[in-house]
């Protein structure tokens, strides 16, 4: 069974930055795609960011564009998050997800999903 670990989350001050990381095991599939969703308290979970695990396409949402950046790391079975220029609306669990087929990776649809991370901006 796959398994989806998110870590790196925290408390950081408005402007600030911060890594998370989601380590990936158990695959029998190989990878198409990793994710990162969030939720904040009273509000649907949204997309964040994607990544294509062949050829490295990358997609974000609006709101995180030019602040945040996904990446992967094959050899460890792990896709990171760096979060810059962090603003308190940033606040929410981030979540982790993965897809071993084909998908608009901007949906909720992913397979896998990891038990999140908490992340809080302060003013």
């Known amino acids: 069974q796959v398994q989806l670990v998110e870590s790196g989350g925290g408390l950081v001050q408005a402007g600030g930055s911060l890594r998370l990381s989601c380590a990936a095991s158990?695959?029998?599939?190989?990878?198409?795609?990793m994710g990162w969703f969030r939720q904040a308290p009273g509000k649907e979970r949204e997309f964040v960011a994607a990544i294509i695990w062949r050829g490295g396409s990358t997609y974000y949402a609006d709101s995180v564009k030019g602040r945040f950046t996904i990446s992967r790391d094959n050899a460890k079975n792990t896709v990171y998050l760096q979060m810059n220029s962090l603003k308190p609306e940033d606040t929410a669990v981030y979540y982790c997800?993965?897809?071993?087929?084909?998908?608009?990776?901007?949906?909720?649809?992913?397979?896998?999903w990891g038990q999140g991370t908490q992340v809080t901006v302060s003013s």
């Open positions: 997800a993965a897809a071993s087929r084909w998908l608009d990776v901007t949906t909720d649809a992913y397979r896998y």
């Open positions: 158990g695959y029998t599939f190989s990878t198409y795609a």
